[in-house]
């Protein structure tokens, strides 16, 4: 066939050579797709969190002309004489109380105990059991 033995090599060599930079540029290429999709994913999540911030805000708005209406029917129809800070001494104590229960329980269910990756921390200290009654058993066995 014509292929002597140094042309082989020489074929050999270029191929795998060839290979090797082909692999370089596809790991290049793959690097930057990668790049490509995060910068995307974080812009979405960017305007994302754009928009949840707007709407929290004009949901607070929304909660503040309710607690003011509230104040406002409280003082012009159930108390006597237009009382309206008594109206808004009744809804902040009202609202007082619904805030501190809210956060009473968000405190409760973010107790450090309960963050930490307890069921990782078992496995690992089960795993580390298991390794070393391995090595004791093989140092043991010979």
Not at 66 to 92: C, E, K, S
Not at 95 to 115: D, E, N, S, Y
Request: proline content about 1%; hydrophobic content about 50%; cysteine-free.
């Amino acid at each position: 066939m014509g292929f002597d033995r140094t042309d082989g090599k020489r074929a050999l060599g270029t191929l795998v050579r060839d290979l090797v930079e082909e692999g370089v540029t596809l790991v290049r290429s793959e690097a930057q797709l990668t790049k490509l999709e995060l910068s995307r994913a974080a812009s979405a999540i960017g305007r994302g969190t754009v928009f949840m911030a707007l709407g929290s805000v004009f949901a607070l708005l929304g909660l503040l002309a309710l607690v003011i209406g509230v104040i406002l029917v409280i003082g012009d129809q159930w108390l006597p004489a237009d009382r309206y800070w008594v109206a808004a001494l009744i809804v902040v104590g009202v609202t007082g109380l619904v805030a501190a229960v809210l956060a009473q329980r968000g405190m409760a269910r973010m107790k450090l105990t309960r963050l930490g990756p307890a069921e990782t921390a078992t496995s690992v200290k089960e795993n580390a059991r298991w390794v070393k009654q391995q090595l004791t058993s093989v140092g043991t066995s010979k």
